[in-house]
């Protein structure tokens, strides 16, 4: 239980960075854009990874094994922690991971970051969060 709240805990900070650098007038008017897409794409991955960490330890004290994000989301939209209406972010997230990681070019970094500030993403992550503190603490 100790490292499912370790892994949680990550998993929240890295959600409030994700989210100040989505919500805050500072972040947009403050930094120049290459800088912004930068800290964003970042702040994403970071994310990512502590979401599906968290995840799959979450997923093992259900009884339940996955190996990679993908099968860890499956099994949490079986479980219903994400719900229906999530589903297609659920896999646009990983999609976007997997690409940001072999991104090399600035153009594909800026459509990127133009995704990621849709609010749904945040909304996605924020009621993920709300999800898991309702069956783990």
């Not at 153009?107 to 133009?114: D, L, Q, R």
Request: hydrophobic share 40%.
């Amino acid at each position: 239980m100790e490292r499912l709240k370790r892994k949680f805990e990550k998993f929240e900070r890295a959600l409030k960075k994700f989210e100040e650098a989505v919500t805050s007038p500072f972040f947009e008017t403050a930094l120049s854009e290459e800088f912004k897409v930068e800290v964003l794409t970042k702040r994403f991955e970071y994310l990512f990874e502590a979401l599906w960490q968290f995840s799959q330890v979450f997923l093992r004290e259900r009884g339940i094994e996955c190996f990679s994000p993908r099968s860890c989301f499956e099994a949490l939209i079986k479980e219903g922690i994400i719900e229906e209406k999530h589903e297609s972010i659920a896999f646009e997230i990983i999609k976007l991971r997997n690409i940001l990681v072999h991104v090399y070019d600035e153009e594909s970094a800026k459509e990127i970051y133009k995704k990621l500030k849709n609010k749904d993403f945040l909304e996605f992550f924020l009621t993920l969060k709300d999800k898991f503190e309702e069956y783990t603490f």
